[in-house]
């Protein structure tokens, strides 16, 4: 499949499953209201950030290995790893619930739910990027975002509890990837060998915690909204970054996987290329992440109402706040990748370490001068872009000079 014809496929599999998800979102913010969907938001926090441990950031590097039976043990390890600390931890949330602690036992059981389903996720992901099964990508894509888009709307008609929607997600998943899946994905353990750049404990320590850092940061406003501000802030962040990040929904995640299928082949054959596919996919992403943000910030307050409910007047100003930040994820996020498939681990855990810190002094800091959420969600965003821009600084020289080193000059 062509390059620019895979990556609309694509682009277009994950619009149409997170456009499916997108849609539903009203409907949850007037079931629930913000406290009890703050809930969820916090699971989904704490999920999100846990999952590069859990996979052992496997995703990331398996598309890049020489050898299929070294990519087939990494992915059994991601596997286990993931269904067992996701299993302990719903096992953890139903005794909390059996105790009488509901509030933590709901948020244990989403968190335990929705880990499973972003883990079996990103792993199948790597497979099918490894495959260069682009079809079958945006087939799974659209196929989950459609399915967790109709379980949801089911159990809002029957009136069930906030972690039914934890449960939906991880069944989409689970029904996406059955649906895609091909006898032909069977691993070769009959190819085997030393790999180029072997994936050692080091290498996915120090990819684990880049990835941990990295996603705590962009859940740290989430997490940190309630304790500061009160339950309903934790709702309000959410949704706001939901629906600020929607372009990310709709469009970064194909094209970081369309990036990996075009990388991985140049960086297992050692072949130049890198920086000019790198540089072509950052400027045509400055255009539309710009004009994603600036319609952002001028439609998210005056619609909060009109589409979110009663009650979430708060969401649309702290998601216009949000859009620049969230924006310049669109354009670094689909990035990010590359520096583990460069065995660059450790650079990236560096850099994910100085965006973390930047962010929670932001809010700390913030939230202590002015009490306000705003305020405080402005400085977070602006630290944010920050970080992003220095990854762009880094991620081009290291493009480069693989370059150099591919072509041999």
Do not use: K
Not at 194 to 200: A, I, L, S
Not at 242 to 251: D, E
Not at 277 to 300: D, G, H, P, Y
């Amino acid at each position: 499949m062509r390059g620019s014809r895979g990556t609309l496929l694509l682009v277009g599999g994950q619009a149409l499953g997170q456009a499916s998800m997108l849609a539903v979102v009203p409907l949850l913010t007037r079931a629930y209201g913000p406290s009890v969907l703050g809930l969820y938001q916090v699971a989904m926090a704490v999920a999100t950030t846990a999952q590069p441990a859990l996979t052992l950031r496997a995703e990331f590097v398996l598309p890049a290995f020489a050898f299929d039976r070294n990519a087939a043990v990494l992915m059994r390890r991601g596997l286990q790893t993931t269904l067992g600390v996701s299993a302990a931890t719903a096992t953890v949330g139903l005794g909390l619930g059996m105790a009488g602690f509901q509030t933590p036992a709901e948020v244990c059981v989403m968190t335990g739910f929705i880990a499973a389903a972003l883990g079996l996720t990103v792993l199948d992901n790597a497979l099918l990027i490894r495959r260069g099964a682009r079809g079958r990508l945006a087939a799974r894509n659209a196929i989950a975002g459609v399915v967790t888009a109709l379980l949801q709307c089911g159990l809002i008609v029957l009136g069930l509890p906030i972690v039914y929607v934890a449960v939906a997600l991880l069944i989409g998943r689970i029904v996406g990837i059955v649906c895609t899946r091909r006898a032909r994905d069977r691993w070769d353990f009959e190819d085997g060998g030393v790999e180029p750049r072997p994936y050692t404990w080091r290498r996915a320590s120090l990819a684990v915690g880049s990835g941990v850092a990295a996603s705590a940061t962009g859940q740290a406003m989430t997490a940190s909204a309630g304790p500061l501000f009160g339950a309903s802030a934790s709702g309000f962040v959410g949704v706001a970054q939901r629906v600020a990040g929607t372009p990310i929904g709709l469009l970064g995640q194909g094209l970081s996987q369309a990036l990996q299928t075009q990388s991985a082949p140049l960086i297992r054959a050692q072949r130049a290329g890198l920086t000019r596919l790198v540089t072509r996919q950052i400027l045509a992403l400055s255009v539309i992440s710009a004009a994603l943000a600036a319609a952002v910030i001028l439609l998210a307050p005056p619609l909060a109402v009109p589409v979110l409910g009663a009650g979430w007047e708060e969401a649309g100003r702290v998601t216009a706040v949000l859009a620049v930040p969230i924006a310049f994820q669109l354009l670094i996020g689909p990035l990010m990748p590359l520096l583990p498939m460069l065995g660059h681990e450790r650079l990236l855990f560096m850099l994910q370490l100085v965006r973390l810190a930047v962010a929670i002094t932001a809010i700390l800091f913030t939230a202590g001068l002015s009490g306000s959420l705003l305020w405080t969600a402005a400085a977070y965003g602006a630290g944010t872009v920050v970080g992003y821009l220095l990854m762009v600084v880094v991620l081009i020289r290291q493009t480069r000079r693989f370059d150099v080193e591919a072509s041999g000059t």
